[in-house]
């Protein structure tokens, strides 16, 4: 089973910058996927940006050019760099990861805890 930490999340003015981390760590064979997906009490998760092993990556419409993924495949770890943050990002921040696992090389989804980002107007 993979296990994800997520942390970087906090109170930041419009305009201002964030940088979230979400590491993985279990007994990883490899990390096919990595994103971040936020969500509202009372809306659906939404996807925010997503990041491959060959590191492709894909944004949001309502994200892109302010946002920027990416990922230490040492450290089993991804980023989602926030810039030009505005009130309407504020949410609940979670990470996925699709990962292989040993020894049965069977695959596992694990969404993070959350991490709470609040932009101030």
């Known amino acids: 089973q993979v296990r994800l930490v997520e942390s970087g999340g906090g109170l930041v003015q419009t305009g201002g910058s964030l940088r979230l981390s979400c590491a993985a760590s279990?007994?990883?064979?490899?990390?096919?996927?990595m994103g971040w997906y936020r969500q509202s009490p009372g809306k659906q998760r939404e996807f925010v940006a997503a990041?491959?092993?060959?590191?492709?990556?894909n944004y949001a419409d309502s994200v892109k050019g302010r946002f920027t993924i990416s990922r230490d495949n040492a450290k089993n770890t991804v980023y989602l760099q926030m810039s030009s943050l505005k009130p309407e990002d504020t949410d609940v921040y979670y990470c996925?990861?699709?990962?292989?696992?040993?020894?049965?090389?069977?695959?596992?989804?694990?969404w993070g805890q959350g991490t709470q980002v609040t932009v101030s107007s």
């Open positions: 996925k990861v699709i990962a292989t696992m040993r020894p049965l090389f069977h695959t596992s989804e694990v």
């Open positions: 279990g007994n990883i064979f490899s990390i096919n996927f």
């Open positions: 990041i491959t092993s060959t590191g492709s990556t």
